[in-house]
C-alpha cells in the first residue's frame, strides 16, 4: 500500500525547497534557516521541476538529464529514471507510484508520437504504464486519499483504474463533453464533481456522482446548471460533503468588468444547491475553504474588495468589510485566516483570529507573488519570484503574529522560479493557542513607503479635506444576536443600513468641516431664500452659491488624487473673490 518513513519520528521543522538561477537546495524551517544537507546542492539553471510525497518522506527532481527520487529522512537515492524533458512530477498519495510528463512530440513524416505521461512504481522503479496525454493541463491522474480508485479524463470520459491496476478500466464515467472533473478527498464512498460546459443554449452544468453509480440521469448525487460560464473550478471542502463552484465567462457583456463575470453556486453530496448571494458587484477573486468543512470565505467585489465567510446554509457569518485584498488563506488548523493582497495590489496582509473574529496582526509583504502556510499552523512564507516579477526576488518568513523572522534576496542579476515548504500529513503537528503579542525577532521589520495623494500646486498649502475615493466598510459579526431567534428580515437590514450610512455621513460632514472664511452674516437654512427682498439680488446670490459649491467639490476631488484641468484650477482661484462677492450682497453693500 505504499510506505512511509515517518511513522516513529517525532515531527520535525518543515524544510524549504528553493529552485532558481542559483540552483536548487534545500533550507531548514525555523528557527535556523541555515543550508540542509538533504539535499547536496543541485548548481546550474537546468532544474525545471521538483515535488514532495504528500507526507514529506519523499523528494523527486529533474536535473535536466534524470529524474532522481531520495527518501528525506536518510538523503539515501531511491531511483534515477532517464527523462531529460520532464517538465511535471507528482507522487500518488500513498507514495506508491511516481508520475512524470513530458511534453508531447509528433514525429516529422506525421505518425503518432510516443506516450509522454509515465508512471513508476516506486518501490521497483519499473514502469507499470505509459499513457498518451497532449495537455499539459490536468495533465496528473487524480487518485483517492487510499488509491484504491484513479482516475483520468481521456475524450470526454472520465476512466477509472482500481489498485493501481492500469491495464484495466475498472470504470467509465460518460458524459457529452466532460470537460473537466474533481475527486473527493478522503476515504471511501468515493463522489466525482464534473463539469460539462453548454452548448447551443443548452446550459452548463456540473453534477455529482458516487463511485462507480454512473448509470442513467438519476444517478447523480447532485445537478447544478447554469448559463454563465466559459469555465468553472470545483472545490471540495475536506470533508467532501459539499462542492463550490466558480463559474467564470471570459467576457462581461454589461461591459461593467475587465476580469469578465463570476457567480459563486453551492452543491452539496445531499443533493441541495445555490447560489451564493454576495452583497458587492465585481469580480471573485478568491474562494477558500475552512478545513473544518463547516464554512468558507470569499473574496469579491470591486476594489476596495469585501470579503465574508458564509455557512452551508450560504448565510454570511461575519464580514470583513473593505480592503485592498484579492486572496484567503486558511491554517493548516483552520483557526486563523490570512487575507491579503498580491500581484497587482501592494501586499498588505490581515491575519486574523477566526474564532473569535478578531484582527490578529497586518504584516506587509511588498511585491508578493506566492504564499504559503507552513505545516506547523505558525509560520508564513511569502516569496517573489520570476517570471511574475524579475527585480527584487527573493523570499520571507514570518510568524502569524507579524513578526518577520527571516529574509533572503537573491541577487540582482540572479532570479528566483520557485519555493515551498515540506509537506506533513494532517495531526503530526497540533494545533496551538492562538496569540497576539509579537514574537520575538532580530529581523528588522521594513515599513513600506506610503505614497501620499497627488495635490494640484494651488492647493499644496491648503489643509488637506478628509474626502476618499472610497468609502471603507468596517468588519462586522452577520450572526443574529442571541436574543433574537430570526436573523433580520430584508427590510430591517435595508433600513439597519440606511441609518448606518446616515450616521457615517453625518460623522463625515463633523469631519469635514473646512477653515473657510464663511461670512458671519451667511443665512442658515432656517432662512428663506429671499432675504434681500430684491429677485435680482437673490439670484444673483443663488448664483455665487452655486459656483462657490462646485468649488468646494473641486477641491474635493483635487484633495482626492484627481488631477485637474486648468480652467478647473482657476475656478478654484477665484474663490476669495467670489466670498467676498457674496458677502457684499448679503450685507446690501
Not at 321 to 332: I, K, Q, V, W
Amino acid at each position: 500500500m505504499g510506505f512511509s518513513f515517518r511513522d516513529k519520528m517525532a515531527p520535525s521543522t518543515p524544510l524549504l525547497t528553493v529552485r532558481g538561477s542559483e540552483g536548487l537546495y534545500m533550507v531548514n524551517g525555523p528557527p535556523h534557516f541555515t543550508e540542509s544537507t538533504v539535499l547536496p546542492r543541485e548548481p546550474g539553471k537546468n532544474c525545471k521541476v521538483y515535488t514532495f510525497s504528500k507526507d514529506g518522506t519523499l523528494f523527486a527532481w529533474s536535473n535536466g538529464e534524470k529524474v532522481n527520487i531520495i527518501n528525506v529522512a536518510n538523503k539515501g537515492l531511491l531511483h534515477s529514471f532517464d527523462l531529460p524533458k520532464a517538465v511535471c512530477l507528482e507522487f500518488s498519495p500513498n507514495n506508491t507510484v511516481l508520475a512524470t510528463w513530458q511534453p508531447y512530440t509528433t514525429s516529422k513524416d506525421g505518425t503518432a508520437g510516443t506516450p509522454n505521461l509515465q508512471l513508476y512504481d516506486v518501490k521497483t522503479g519499473t514502469c507499470l504504464k505509459s499513457f498518451i496525454q497532449k495537455k499539459m493541463q490536468n495533465w496528473c491522474p487524480s487518485w483517492s486519499d487510499d488509491e484504491i480508485i484513479c482516475a483520468r479524463n481521456v475524450n470526454n470520459e472520465v476512466h477509472f483504474f482500481e489498485n493501481n491496476n492500469f491495464n484495466t478500466i475498472a470504470n467509465k464515467l460518460h458524459l457529452q463533453k466532460v470537460n473537466d472533473f474533481n475527486l473527493s478527498p478522503g476515504t471511501q464512498p468515493f463522489k466525482v464533481a464534473v463539469y460539462v460546459p453548454g452548448s447551443k443554449g443548452a446550459p452548463s452544468f456540473v453534477r455529482l456522482y458516487q463511485y462507480p453509480n454512473f448509470a442513467g440521469p438519476q444517478a447523480a448525487l447532485a445537478n447544478k446548471s447554469f448559463f454563465k460560464a466559459d469555465k468553472v473550478t470545483m472545490l471540495w471542502n475536506k470533508k467532501a460533503t459539499a462542492v463550490l463552484v466558480i463559474a467564470s465567462t471570459d467576457v462581461d457583456k454589461t461591459g461593467a468588468s475587465y476580469y469578465g463575470e463570476q457567480t459563486l453556486h453551492y452543491i452539496a453530496t445531499n443533493g441541495e444547491s445555490a447560489v451564493v448571494q454576495l452583497p458587492k458587484n465585481g469580480p471573485i477573486y478568491d474562494v477558500a475553504w475552512n478545513p473544518s468543512s463547516t464554512e468558507f470565505c470569499a473574496v469579491y467585489g470591486f476594489m476596495p474588495a469585501k470579503a465574508t465567510v458564509f455557512n452551508l446554509k450560504c448565510d454570511p457569518v461575519f464580514d470583513f468589510g473593505t480592503g485592498p485584498r484579492n486572496a484567503a488563506f486558511y491554517s493548516p488548523h483552520g483557526h486563523i485566516l490570512v487575507l491579503a493582497g498580491f500581484g497587482n495590489l501592494r501586499g498588505q496582509m490581515e491575519v486574523w483570529d477566526v474564532k473569535n473574529y478578531k484582527l490578529i496582526s497586518k504584516p506587509v509583504a511588498s511585491d508578493s507573488t506566492y504564499f504559503a502556510w507552513c505545516p506547523d499552523g505558525e509560520h508564513i512564507l511569502t516569496a517573489t519570484c520570476a517570471p511574475r516579477l524579475r527585480v527584487n526576488n527573493g523570499y520571507k518568513i514570518w510568524h502569524y503574529t507579524g513578526s518577520l523572522l527571516y529574509k533572503y534576496d537573491v541577487p540582482s542579476n540572479g532570479e528566483l522560479w520557485q519555493v515551498s515548504w515540506q509537506p506533513f500529513l494532517d495531526g503530526i503537528f497540533p494545533a496551538k493557542t492562538i496569540t497576539y503579542q509579537a514574537v520575538p525577532s532580530e529581523v528588522p521589520s521594513e515599513e513600506p513607503k506610503v505614497a501620499t495623494a497627488y495635490r494640484p500646486p494651488a492647493l499644496r498649502n491648503k489643509p488637506v479635506t478628509s474626502s476618499k475615493l472610497h468609502e471603507e466598510e468596517p468588519p462586522q459579526n452577520m450572526k443574529p444576536h442571541p436574543s433574537s431567534d430570526k436573523p433580520l428580515s430584508k427590510t430591517a437590514l435595508k433600513n439597519q443600513r440606511k441609518h448606518e450610512a446616515k450616521k457615517a455621513a453625518k460623522q463625515e460632514a463633523r469631519n469635514d468641516l473646512a477653515p473657510t472664511p464663511v461670512p458671519q452674516s451667511a443665512p442658515r437654512s432656517t432662512v428663506t431664500q429671499s432675504a434681500s427682498g430684491d429677485p435680482e439680488v437673490d439670484k444673483k446670490i443663488k448664483n455665487l452659491k452655486k459656483k462657490l459649491k462646485a468649488i468646494e467639490q473641486l477641491k474635493e476631488q483635487a484633495a482626492a488624487g484627481k488631477q485637474l484641468e486648468k480652467n478647473q484650477l482657476e475656478k478654484i482661484q477665484k474663490e476669495t473673490a467670489l466670498l467676498q462677492e457674496l458677502e457684499d450682497l448679503e450685507l446690501g453693500v
